[in-house]
């Protein structure tokens, strides 16, 4: 094929942006800059529109596309304007849960992508940790065993058991000072708080006992103290051994390699 034709097919290839688009990537880097800040107003659609040079029905695509990246609001009518927001994480994980299921990504992988990277953020959090940090974990840790001594001889209640037990996990990584790692298990998020939902509520029968309940909190409040002490190395083995066995009792049976798209039906 001669450089020509070539040419001919990649440009077929490559399309070009709109020039929504294009505006919506200038405000978006404005963004990012810091330039506009959460908070900050849009100019009115008239001065952006100059600015631009273009249209009304082109500044407003550029808006709607940021406002489904949750980077701006816009509020409609005479005294309507666009402000700048706060991205959302959820939004990425929204788009992150579709891929995964769209490729047939399983709970064994998800949760394989976990243990490699919470027992690195516990030993990360370790070296880092605030006071604040051991507050908030601790409150959640007493939550936990609230719930579990307001039942009594019986199990807790499921959605509160596996919300504060997700939170707690969430805020390791959270709390580690890694921003991406952070943001990985936020990702993940959906997908993990409703494969445990799932699962600690088919297990909440008379086959359960509340020893399994108390052994959990049990591991909470040892990484707790493993923090405190800022023991790095421990933490992180700790961390990594408590995964592995809530991974074989959350994955077995019929669980186990399930789609992540099944979760969803």
């Known amino acids: 094929m001669s450089s020509i034709n070539a ?148 199990l807790p209640e499921p959605a509160e058991w596996s919300r504060l037990t997700h939170l707690f996990h969430e805020l390791v990584m959270e709390r580690s000072g890694n921003r991406t790692l952070a943001v990985q298990g936020a990702m993940l998020q959906d997908i993990v708080a409703m494969h445990l939902m799932i699962r600690v509520s088919r297990n909440f029968d008379a086959t359960e006992s509340p020893e399994r309940f108390h052994r959990a909190i049990k591991a909470y409040r040892k990484l707790l103290a493993l923090l405190e002490a800022k023991d790095a190395d421990a933490a992180e083995r700790h961390w990594r051994a408590h995964m592995k066995a809530a991974a074989e009792y959350l994955l077995r049976g019929e669980l186990h390699n399930k789609p992540v798209v099944d979760l969803f039906d």
């Open 7 to 154: 040419g001919m097919q990649v440009g077929r290839l490559v399309r070009a942006p709109k020039t929504g688009e294009l505006i919506a990537t200038d405000l978006r880097r404005q963004i990012v800059r810091g330039v506009l800040k959460p908070g900050d107003t849009l100019p009115p659609e008239l001065q952006l529109m100059e600015q631009y040079g273009v249209s009304r029905p082109t500044l407003r695509e550029a808006f709607r596309i940021l406002e489904a990246e949750t980077l701006i609001s816009v509020r409609r009518g005479s005294r309507g304007g666009a402000m700048v927001t706060s991205p959302n994480p959820s939004v990425a994980a929204r788009y992150v849960g579709l891929l995964l299921q769209i490729q047939g990504t399983t709970l064994d992988d998800v949760y394989e992508a976990r243990m490699i990277a919470e027992p690195a953020c516990a030993r990360l959090l370790a070296k880092r940790r605030t006071k604040r940090d051991l507050a908030d974990l601790g409150e959640v840790v007493d939550r936990l065993q609230a719930a579990v001594d307001a039942r009594g001889d019986a």
